[in-house]
C-alpha cells in the first residue's frame, strides 16, 4: 500500500500508543525496591510490600488504555504492536503479584529469584521500546510525529 495511505493509519496508532504510561510505573517501582543487601532493614521491605499494589494499579490503568486502542485499530502491525504492549503489561502486573507474595512469604531462597524476575521487566520494556523505534522506521516517522521521548526506564538507577 502506498505511504500516504499507510502512514496516517500508522502515526494515529503510534501517537496513541505513545499518550500511555507505560512504563513510569515500571521505573517508579524500581526506584522503590530496596537494595535487599546487608544493610536492609526489615521496616524498609514492609513497606515496599505496602507500596507494591498502588505500582500494579498504575500498570492496570496503563493496560486498559492500550486494550481500547488495540480494540479500535486495525492496521496488523500497529495492533501487533499494541498486543505486545499489553503482554507487557499483563508480565508485568503478575510479577508484582508474584513479588509480594514472595516477600509476605518470608522464604529468603525465593526472594532472591523474585527480585531478579523484577528487574528483568527492565529488559522487557527496553525490548517493547526497540519495537516501537523499529515500527516508527520501517513507516519513515519522526518521533515528535507521534509525541515519541525515550522512557525515562533506561536511565534509572540499576538496582
Not at 130 to 156: C, H, Q, W
Amino acid at each position: 500500500m502506498p505511504e500516504q495511505i499507510i502512514k496516517p493509519v500508522v502515526i494515529r496508532g503510534l501517537a496513541g500508543y505513545n499518550k500511555v504510561d507505560l512504563f513510569t510505573p515500571l521505573n517508579d517501582l524500581l526506584k522503590a525496591l530496596p537494595k535487599f543487601d546487608g544493610e536492609t532493614k526489615l521496616t524498609e521491605i514492609h513497606a515496599f510490600v505496602q507500596v507494591i499494589p498502588s505500582f500494579a494499579a498504575k500498570v492496570k490503568a496503563s493496560q486498559d488504555e492500550i486494550v481500547k486502542l488495540w480494540q479500535t485499530h486495525s492496521f496488523s502491525p500497529v495492533k501487533a504492536h499494541l498486543r505486545s504492549g499489553i503482554v507487557f503489561t499483563m508480565v508485568a502486573m503478575n510479577q508484582l503479584d508474584a513479588l509480594k507474595k514472595t516477600i509476605e512469604s518470608n522464604v529468603p531462597d525465593n526472594l532472591v529469584a523474585a527480585i531478579s524476575s523484577t528487574l528483568a521487566l527492565r529488559q522487557v520494556a527496553v525490548k517493547l521500546d526497540s519495537e516501537t523505534r523499529d515500527l516508527m522506521k520501517a513507516y519513515n516517522i519522526a518521533a515528535d510525529e507521534v509525541g515519541y521521548t525515550p522512557p525515562e526506564i533506561f536511565s534509572a538507577n540499576k538496582t
